[in-house]
């Protein structure tokens, strides 16, 4: 600002001279550029520490997949905000500086200056190069630009001008628009960690080690009412309230996410809530903070365990099977897998750990109970597999496949499972074990696991 009034100045003694005036409008313009500038400057340089270099992330429109794929308000605003963030210099640049008036200067400065900010943050190690920010960035400036120019040729009466530049911000609302209603109306949600990108498969020889049927697999998608904030709430207070406990609403003890809610008040007891599946992990901090980082655990039996849930409100269903997980450490666990008994679904696993004395201290509870909602067309094991091999599995595993660029994958199994998508449904997957000649170096010889949607389309 200082420097822009100091500027302003110069400029407007000079014009004086010449018998001329620096319009007031235009220097409010600069000036107002001016602290955009600084505050741009702000938002992606100085509020990064120092060493967070990322490296480059050069796959186009990967943040609005991911997106789409998780579909939270949280991760939406990634893609919007980076547009927000350009919409100003979009507006104030052509008044502040004429010759950006004509589009292709705009659009020329929009890409110049997002892309100085992505090299700087990349290499002074402050975040990483995003391709999909330089995107962003140059659509938020040039619906600036355009929002801009439109009021300028609506207060000069130039109509047929105005309705060109008000085609592109019509045209990407409409867009934005289109994307929700999508997903409003399709049936089922999305599953977050669906491919989005493929792996380069190219040279790798895959074989296959399991029988694969060309008949597609149970149809079944399933069904549990996630949970609301009101939801999620009358549930915690119920949970705490049976330890003796009152959660403080309106304090810091009660946190909202896009899917989470957080209750804690920090010395006798925590319980994070996931609202979608209706996961929750509660950690009772009354135990001996002593015991419960101990490396020995404590032991139990099955029914000790079951007694210890059902005072916490938890009650096992049937088709869960008791577990000794690690009994040195004190970790057990009831585990379902798929099992499906006059249309009801029950998945997942409920662990516990146990200090020595058999008290319980913590549960994380992902074993779910749903309700077939419905059948729907699924690809088979076959063509799962074919998928798998052109590289199309969940895309948060092809980095590094890519980066360890295996010569042989083995095919090991292949299940049928089941993930919770966007909307709270269970869908189906194929969950494949692979292994390669990396196992016994990065994994303990151990294999890992990867997925495939089942469903058709």
Not at 362 to 380: F, K, M, Q, R, W
Request: with cysteine.
């Amino acid at each position: 600002m200082a420097v822009g009034v100091a500027i302003l100045v110069v400029l407007n003694r000079k014009r004086h001279r010449d018998g001329e005036h620096f319009p007031k409008g235009q220097a409010v313009a600069v000036l107002l550029l001016l602290c955009y500038l600084g505050g741009l400057a702000a938002i992606t340089f100085m509020n990064r520490m120092d060493g967070m270099q990322m490296g480059a992330q050069l796959h186009p429109f990967l943040a609005f997949w991911e997106a789409w794929n998780n579909f939270t308000l949280q991760i939406w605003l990634n893609p919007l905000l980076n547009i927000a963030m350009f919409l100003p210099l979009g507006v104030l640049l052509p008044l502040a500086v004429k010759p950006f008036r004509r589009w292709y200067w705009m659009l020329t400065a929009g890409a110049g200056t997002s892309l100085v900010i992505e090299v700087l943050q990349y290499s002074l190690g402050r975040g990483q190069a995003d391709v999909d920010d330089l995107i962003c960035n140059i659509l938020g400036a040039m619906l600036g630009y355009c929002l801009c120019m439109l009021f300028v040729s609506l207060a000069g009466k130039r109509w047929k001008i105005a309705g060109i530049y008000a085609v592109l911000p019509v045209l990407s609302a409409a867009v934005l628009a289109g994307v929700f209603l999508a997903y409003h109306f399709q049936p089922y949600g999305n599953l977050a960690d669906a491919p989005i990108y493929a792996a380069n498969t190219k040279g790798i020889e895959w074989v296959q080690e399991c029988s694969l049927s060309d008949e597609p697999g149970p149809s079944g998608v399933y069904w549990t009412e996630p949970f609301t904030i009101e939801s999620s709430d009358a549930f915690a207070v119920e949970f705490i309230g049976r330890q003796g406990a009152e959660i403080r609403f309106g304090t810091p003890d009660v946190d909202y996410y896009d899917n989470t809610a957080v209750y804690s008040d920090h010395q006798t007891y925590a319980l994070w809530v996931t609202y979608k599946d209706r996961s929750y992990e509660y950690t009772d901090y009354r135990v001996d903070s002593e015991l419960r980082f101990s490396e020995k655990g404590g032991t139990i039996t099955e029914d000790e365990l079951r007694t210890a849930l059902e005072d916490l409100g938890i009650e096992m269903p049937d088709a869960a099977e008791f577990i000794t997980v690690d009994e040195e450490k004190g970790k057990y666990a009831f585990r379902a897998e798929c099992v499906i008994e006059d249309g009801v679904l029950t998945d997942g696993e409920l662990t516990c750990w146990v200090a020595e004395g058999g008290i319980l201290y913590e549960v994380d509870n992902t074993l779910s109970v749903s309700t077939l909602h419905g059948n729907a067309a699924v690809i088979s094991p076959q063509e799962a597999y074919e998928r798998l091999c052109s590289g199309r599995f969940s895309w948060r595993d092809v980095p590094m496949f890519n980066y360890l660029s295996p010569n042989q994958v083995r095919v090991i199994d292949c299940k049928l499972g089941y993930m919770t998508d966007s909307k709270g449904f269970r869908q189906p997957v194929y969950s494949f074990t692979l292994s390669d000649e990396n196992d016994v170096e990065l994994r303990g010889g151990t294999g890992w696991t990867t997925f495939v949607p089942a469903l058709a389309g």
